[in-house]
């Protein structure tokens, strides 16, 4: 029997999606901490909202995640609002363009977007922040800043890294959420069945150790 | 269990407390218009220090919970004095201060380091004290009411402040069930245990509230009402116009002393450099051994 579905998601749905999946954003980065994860996740329900309802949902969502983590955790990551945002609309319209529909294509959105964001939040580190926010990501910039890199190469190097896992991981832990969804929020987007966790964990871990690697090689042999 | 707050204000009858939040919003703006150009650490401290002096004036509770905040803010300043110490962002020529084993710290670097320090303070905990002092559904109202930013907006706005307390208790509930079953308190695996049935629970509460939305006409026209009503009064008027031109009036001087150019050169004891640089050094070391500790030693279950 053919299921029947609302032309358009109703607003109350959209007025009640958001605040939950922000409020899942700021508990996802308030969880990496208990668990000792050495990533973010706090991007994870602006991704769901982005796959579901509409690139520009994904922006209030992304926005509104910041103010609260700003609120309710370390005001610093207020001028971030503009990474989760610019996350949104890119996983928004990638989906939109079918990108979600298969691991291979998935998992090229995570790792794009990973480069995508960080280019944003680079120049928010260092003309903002002079480079420094604090986070446990610092150690690797005042290593790269040691090696001989300048500034916004090194926030970039010891950046993409850590957004790399991150950025795959989200992706791949909003389409499990999805598959729990009713099927009136998830039918305007082809997403692929969710793969198991581990996988999802080795491939995450795979794309960071290869892009510390690489970074490393550089450093070592001077590579490009 | 611990009890979770559901905000951040704290009740109060101090005169930030009865300002209307948008007279707050422009205070706010004006030391926001004030702070971020300026490029003097001592007068950003001056500022800084000024916040907190103002947050005792709020009582004894306010105080304490704004010094909480700036705990929260300690870490990102000591990074960032320490960062540009030792590798100056700012444009050579540099005028080396000292040394540090392998590490050079410039005079430039010095400067510039503590005035992020010093932005980043100010600016926190003067915003802080200004969450702490105001109800958040009074600041999402007022700005709907006379603003006229979008109902949908401040209503999301309004119901992610008050979801995240309390999906916080239920993750504290749902870690502590996980882990008495004997699931591992670290990694990846324990993350996905424990976050796919607290967005189960999530998304039943988005169900309902969805329903009750629907139920009571969300999204028609005409006047909304509130439950807490809040005046704007002549005080208010008068203070928001106030803060406002005093904001352009400083800036404009800060812009005739030449405090907005970081190329300048400065001069400071060569003595208080070392002080300053080590300081900026032990404090970024203290935070990044406290972090890697919690990121190793396993907490609880």
Same mark, same amino acid.
């Given at each position: ?21 922000? #409020? ?30 509409? *690139? ?18 370390? *005001? ?106 009713? *099927? #009136? ?40 | 269990? %611990? ?10 009858? =101090?005169?930030?407390?009865? !300002? ?17 150009? $300026?490029?003097?650490?001592? &007068? ?6 000024? %916040? $907190? ?55 430039? +670097?010095?400067?510039?380091? &503590? ?8 600016? +926190? ?13 009074? $600041?999402? +109202? ?8 979008? &109902? ?27 882990? =008495? ?19 189960? =629970? ?9 329903? =009750? ?6 999204? %028609? ?35 005739? @002393? ?22 900026? !050094? @032990? +404090? ?7 972090? $890697? ?9």
């Amino acid at each position: 029997m053919a299921v029947s579905v609302p032309e358009r998601v109703p607003t109350s749905y959209i007025a009640a999606l958001i605040p939950v999946a922000t #409020a899942i954003n700021v508990i996802g980065g308030w969880l990496v901490n208990i668990f000792h994860l050495p990533v973010f996740l706090d991007m994870i329900g602006t991704a769901v909202v982005a796959f579901t309802l509409s *690139p520009w949902w994904a922006v209030v969502c992304g926005v509104l995640t910041n103010i609260a983590i700003a609120v309710f955790i370390n *005001p610093v990551y207020l001028p971030f609002a503009a990474c989760n945002a610019v996350g949104g609309l890119y996983w928004g319209y990638l989906a939109r363009l079918g990108f979600a529909k298969d691991f291979p294509r998935l998992l090229f959105m995570g790792i794009t977007s990973a480069f995508v964001i960080t280019s944003v939040a680079v120049p928010i580190y260092v003309f903002v922040f002079g480079g420094a926010t604090g986070h446990f990501s610092d150690i690797m910039t005042a290593a790269f800043l040691q090696a001989g890199l300048a500034l916004p190469a090194a926030v970039f190097s010891s950046n993409i890294i850590v957004s790399l896992a991150d950025k795959v991981l989200s992706v791949f832990v909003a389409v499990a959420i999805i598959e729990a969804l009713p *099927p #009136a929020l998830k039918y305007r987007v082809e997403i692929m069945r969710a793969p198991p966790a581990r996988i999802a964990v080795y491939v995450a871990s795979g794309v960071a150790i290869s892009m510390a690697f690489l970074l490393i090689a550089k450093f070592i042999f001077g590579l490009w | 269990m %611990s009890t979770v707050q559901l905000t951040f204000y704290i009740p109060g009858n =101090s005169v930030l407390h009865r !300002l209307n939040p948008l007279t707050k919003l422009a205070l706010v703006l004006a030391f926001l218009m004030i702070c971020f150009p $300026l490029m003097h650490p001592l &007068y950003l401290f001056l500022m800084f220090f000024a %916040s $907190l002096g103002l947050a005792a004036l709020c009582g004894r509770r306010v105080f304490r919970r704004v010094l909480l905040g700036v705990v929260v803010l300690l870490p990102a300043a000591f990074a960032m004095a320490m960062f540009q110490c030792f590798w100056t962002a700012v444009p050579p020529p540099w005028r080396v201060a000292c040394h540090l084993g392998p590490l050079r710290v410039t005079y430039e +670097g010095l400067w510039y380091g &503590y005035v992020f320090a010093g932005r980043i303070l100010a600016m +926190g905990t003067f915003t802080f004290l200004m969450v702490v002092v105001t109800h958040p559904s009074d $600041l999402f +109202g007022e700005l709907r009411e006379r603003l006229k930013l979008p &109902y949908t907006f401040c209503f999301m706005a309004l119901a992610s402040l008050q979801f995240i307390p309390i999906l916080w208790r239920e993750a504290t509930v749902i870690i502590s069930a996980q882990q =008495s079953r004997g699931l591992p308190a670290r990694g990846f695996q324990a993350f996905l245990a424990n976050f796919i049935p607290l967005f189960a =629970s999530a998304w039943e509460r988005a169900r309902v509230l969805a329903m =009750s939305l629907e139920a009571r006409a969300f999204g %028609s026209s005409g006047k909304k009402t509130r439950l807490r009503e809040v005046p704007f009064t002549l005080t208010d008027k008068v203070v928001s116009v106030a803060s406002l031109v005093l904001g352009a009036v400083i800036l404009y001087i800060e812009y005739l @002393n030449n405090w907005f150019n970081f190329m300048r050169t400065y001069w400071i004891d060569p003595t208080l450099a070392l002080v300053l640089a080590l300081t900026a !050094l @032990n +404090g970024f070391i203290a935070f990044m051994v406290y972090f $890697l500790v919690r990121l190793v030693v396993p907490t609880g279950g």
